[in-house]
């Protein structure tokens, strides 16, 4: 599978060559007007068969295909589309703001589909909204970033531990300890989100 794209170049640059259609029909006789029918026909008649080949295939996977539905997450998209200016911009999961970019083109404070240092930053300045953190220092780190709205998603913050005791798998749990709390102790003394 590596190789696909290449393969696909390689081989659709040799089947619609001219000059290799040409090398080859005038190796049996045909040139001028007859070769290039040839080569014309030739290549629609392998586009057809590789068409009627594949289509019954990719016809059944295209039915089996099922839409996701949200409906709180698209009225969430349709809000920001009427109610916040184009210039806008929102801090939140990476997850759901992937759906805020791509569905509204507003802007975003942390991409999900880049990876460096520098966004590896921001996006924990971002999560530091499911920390235990002041109101004070989220709007300081946030104001830095540009944010003008904040999406907090409720299944993040009401992240329960799992039932079999395995800890520190939610992010408000894995902000504790990238902070230096001690989640156990603040969740046993009523400290909360």
């Not at 040839?38 to 996977?61: D, F, W, Y």
């Not at 969430?76 to 589309?81: K, N, R, T």
């Not at 830095?144 to 408000?172: F, M, V, W």
Request: net charge negative; aromatic share 6%.
């Amino acid at each position: 599978y590596l190789w696909v794209p290449q393969a696909c170049v390689v081989g659709g640059a040799g089947v619609a060559s001219g000059h290799a259609w040409r090398a080859g029909l005038e190796k049996l006789g045909f040139s001028g007007r007859m070769g290039r029918a040839t080569h014309l026909l030739g290549v629609s008649g392998l586009i057809a068969a590789l068409l009627l080949r594949e289509l019954p295939g990719l016809l059944q996977e295209l039915h089996q295909l099922r839409e996701f539905y949200d409906p709180d997450t698209v009225q969430l998209m349709q809000w920001i589309i009427s109610e916040t200016p184009r210039h806008a911009v929102f801090a939140g999961s990476m997850q759901l703001l992937s759906g805020v970019k791509l569905c509204t083109g507003r802007s975003i404070t942390n991409h999900p589909h880049f990876e460096n240092k520098e966004l590896r930053e921001r996006t924990l300045q971002v999560y530091q909204l499911y920390a235990r953190q002041s109101p004070e220092y989220l709007h300081q780190s946030l104001a830095l970033l540009g944010t003008d709205y904040i999406i907090l998603e409720d299944s993040i913050c009401l992240a329960r531990q799992k039932p079999d005791n395995r800890h520190n798998c939610t992010l408000p749990e894995i902000m504790d300890i990238v902070n230096g709390h001690d989640s156990d102790a603040d969740r046993s003394s009523g400290s909360s989100l």
